[in-house]
């Protein structure tokens, strides 16, 4: 499947998927071996009592393909009744007419189980074999093959369920959830001989806690469960787990979501696939047929276990919820809405399994040491992704774990090494970040690769904060403003009155700028002296945080400005935040009004984009802003007309009435919000702006000039281009006139469009 959706890396490529025609790699063998000779040969074989007739002849077809892997084709699959037929057309559409071989690997394994279903009649009423699971068989043997070890791990998770209940240590809750998660990851190759009973003492069940965790460290590649437990040991709402085998893995998994409901979890949705697939993937059936195994067990530990599980269904404490959607090869970053939808309800999602890993990354061949926060930006919601290799590809993984393991053959493909990859907050709004492909050069120069990477990230998390202070202004400004009000006797560091929700607003730009970690100093109109993110951060971002706050209890249009600079090695940082508009390397504004846009300039060639904020997702709503050479509106505060210098007092009267260059009559536009205010200019045309020294040039002035030159429109204070200035001071004010370029040159020509000092006014 294309990739334009999904995560890419600095200069806005998609790395290769797998493909299957390279011989001596895992996917070629799958592909030119595997299906056929073990697979499809096991289906044979464990369904022989009724696989006959039609069923048969359809999988001997298959078999046949297989056997020609060079030169059979992929094609559509026939209308078999199934529900699912129409997305598999729409998935299967570019690859219609490619041998198995040359097409992806991912699309041909989820393809070639889908044929074996369609074959054999699965969705046919009709069908002898209607809903019949051609891998029961092997099903079955795992969960009986894994009944021994579930007798061992029903002690532990017994144990855990008495010892959970009223716990106030979130440290100890936390040490045991751990030890949940490496079950959950390594199945049976967990030593629980080692986890401690019930009835040790501290300092035993500490080491033991340690060493059964230890055991299994030298086989991790990456390992963030210490994390992931402390989290989960805080409480969440709702955990999802995207389950992957039956069998004792999913044993375990069950083990896994009994300990979060026993610790405090309020419910946890086993996601399972809606049809056979994959062999021992599991189903609804599955979940409830190991459940009876363990309620029928004669060993008293996992029949307890058992019914507590069964509890936890009955009581709605867990959700065994079926979807077409993990059956497919699609990666996660197409999921299809509904389910999306569905996972961001969710506190954490855990993906099991190499499948779903795959499908995490697209079968994409990343650099291996690329961070998994990077990969999995754009998931809807928090993610732990539990994987034992079984596939040459992965992400997250240092380059110093690679060395030490890459000599030994087949170490991807075994299962013998895994992760435990945690990103608690997935960027998600990652489009706006390849804004910057197209740009040749920032600020006169060139970006290196890892620049460019660092600064998409800042890019990212600036939209990221957008969306999360929409949704904060969202919930009724009316009562926010009265709840929230203002900060009693404060003023911000330019002298204006702080409201909270500037405060708010602040925090929430900074918590995601720092943990981006390409920006170093951060300089806010809410802050004294810029703050040190950092230290090794390329990038200073200068940001009016809320600017127009003061209309929020009145629910006029509100935004936020932001300018990036390129860090300057050699100066502090007042100097880096002060450095000349012309220096910015992106910059763009947030309009949070009935819909919330976001407008993003990068580069010195990049166009002004404006994005609109849509189900959580910031999309391209126009990708080249062009604000006309003229207008017939212009935009400030006439009330103080009186107190305006005679050049502008005699322009606005001249073009009120026609006698402009155009002749034509404008008409005045005021919001009093800057952003509201611009945005409708560099739409309409005109010029908005105010000609008292009251806008700050390093958090207003600068960042809307840099958009408004990417838009074809034009700055000025009244004497020089904004862009050519270099503030003097941190807080420095100045005029501002911004919009269409024909417009601002006519009335930077009449003159004597500034206001004095002295005629500065409090609101």
């Not at 405060?503 to 109109?525: M, P, T, W």
Request: aromatic share 8%; glycine share 8%; proline share 5%.
């Amino acid at each position: 499947m294309a990739s334009e959706d999904g995560p890419r890396t600095w200069d806005g490529s998609t790395p290769p998927v797998i493909v299957n025609n390279v011989p001596g790699t895992w996917a070629h063998d799958t592909v030119s071996r595997r299906l056929r000779e073990d697979i499809l040969a096991r289906v044979f074989r464990d369904n022989a009592s009724v696989i006959e007739g039609e069923a048969e002849i359809n999988l001997r077809q298959l078999e046949d393909e297989l056997g020609t892997a060079s030169t059979s084709v992929i094609k559509h699959i026939a209308d078999d009744g199934g529900p699912d037929c129409e997305t598999w057309r729409e998935l299967l559409e570019p690859w219609v007419g490619i041998s198995w071989l040359d097409a992806p690997w991912l699309i041909v394994e989820f393809y070639f189980y889908r044929r074996i279903l369609s074959a054999i009649g699965y969705f046919d009423e009709s069908s002898p074999t209607f809903l019949h699971d051609p891998f029961a068989v092997d099903k079955m043997n795992g969960l009986r093959a894994g009944m021994p070890a579930a007798k061992a791990l029903a002690k532990k998770a017994n144990a855990f369920a008495k010892r959970a209940k009223g716990r106030s240590d979130r440290a100890d809750l936390a040490d045991e959830l751990r030890l949940f998660v490496m079950v959950a990851l390594w199945g049976n190759r967990m030593d629980l001989s080692i986890w401690p009973e019930s009835d040790e003492g501290g300092n035993r069940a500490s080491e033991a806690f340690t060493e059964a965790l230890q055991a299994g460290e030298k086989y991790l590649l990456w390992d963030d469960s210490k994390i992931v437990a402390s989290a989960l040991a805080e409480g969440m709402r709702d955990v999802s787990i995207v389950v992957d085998n039956a069998g004792f893995e999913l044993t375990c998994d069950l083990a896994l979501a009994d300990a979060l409901v026993v610790s405090g979890v309020g419910r946890v949705i086993l996601r399972v696939k809606a049809h056979p697939v994959f062999v021992s993937d599991a189903m609804d059936k599955d979940c409830r047929d190991t459940i009876d195994a363990m309620i029928a067990s004669a060993d008293d530990e996992t029949a307890a276990m058992g019914r507590r599980w069964a509890s936890h269904l009955a009581s709605g404490k867990w959700a065994i919820v079926p979807d077409f959607a993990w059956c497919q090869p699609q990666p996660f970053w197409a999921l299809p809405k509904d389910t999306r939808d569905e996972l961001k309800s969710s506190d954490l999602v855990v993906i099991k399994g190499d499948a779903n890993y795959r499908r995490l990354l697209n079968d994409c061949l990343w650099e291996l040491s690329t961070p998994f926060a990077d990969v999995s930006s754009y998931f809807p919601a928090p993610l732990l992704a539990l994987r034992s290799l079984k596939a040459e590809l992965g992400c997250g993984i240092p380059m110093d774990r690679v060395a030490a393991v890459e000599n030994e053959k087949d170490w991807m493909v075994t299962g013998k090494y895994g992760v435990v990859q945690y990103n608690a907050r997935p960027a998600r709004q990652y489009r706006v970040s390849s804004q910057i492909d197209g740009c040749k050069t920032f600020a006169g120069r060139d970006l290196p690769p890892v620049e460019r990477l660092s600064l998409k990230k800042v890019l990212v998390a600036l939209a990221n904060a957008s969306e999360e202070l929409a949704d904060a202004l969202a919930v009724a400004p009316m009562r926010s403003s009265t709840l929230l009000g203002s900060v009693e006797g404060a003023k911000n560091a330019s002298g204006d009155s702080q409201q909270k929700l500037d405060v708010v607003a602040n925090d929430i730009f900074k918590q995601h700028l720092a943990e981006c970690g390409g920006v170093r100093y951060y300089a806010s109109e809410e802050e004294a002296t810029p703050a040190c993110l950092n230290a090794s951060g390329k990038f200073v971002v200068c940001i009016d945080p809320l600017d127009g706050s003061r209309n929020i209890a009145c629910n006029v249009p509100v935004g936020s400005i932001f300018g990036v600079y390129r860090v300057r090695e050699d100066e502090d940082a007042v100097a880096n935040a002060t450095q000349a508009g012309s220096e910015q390397v992106a910059a763009g504004y947030a309009h949070y009004s009935g819909a919330t846009t976001l407008v993003l300039a990068c580069g010195d060639d990049g166009p002004a984009i404006e994005y609109t904020l849509h189900e959580g997702n910031f999309e391209v709503a126009n990708a080249r802003m062009s604000c006309p050479p003229r207008g017939q509106v212009y935009s400030l505060n006439d009330a103080r007309f009186d107190d305006w210098p005679e050049g502008l007092k005699g322009y606005v009267t001249d073009v009120r009435n026609g006698r402009g260059d155009t002749k034509k009559q404008y008409s005045a536009r005021y919001i009093c919000s800057l952003v509201g205010d611009f945005h409708r200019t560099l739409i309409y045309g005109g010029w908005a702006g105010n000609p008292r020294p009251h806008l700050r040039v390093v958090y207003e002035a600068a960042p809307l000039a840099f958009v408004a030159r990417a838009a074809g429109a034009a700055s000025s204070d009244g004497l020089v281009d904004v862009l050519t200035k270099k503030p003097a001071e941190l807080h420095e004010r100045s005029p501002l006139f911004l919009g269409s370029t024909e417009d601002i040159a006519e009335l930077v020509r009449r003159g004597d469009v500034r206001q004095d000092d002295s005629k500065t006014y409090a609101v």
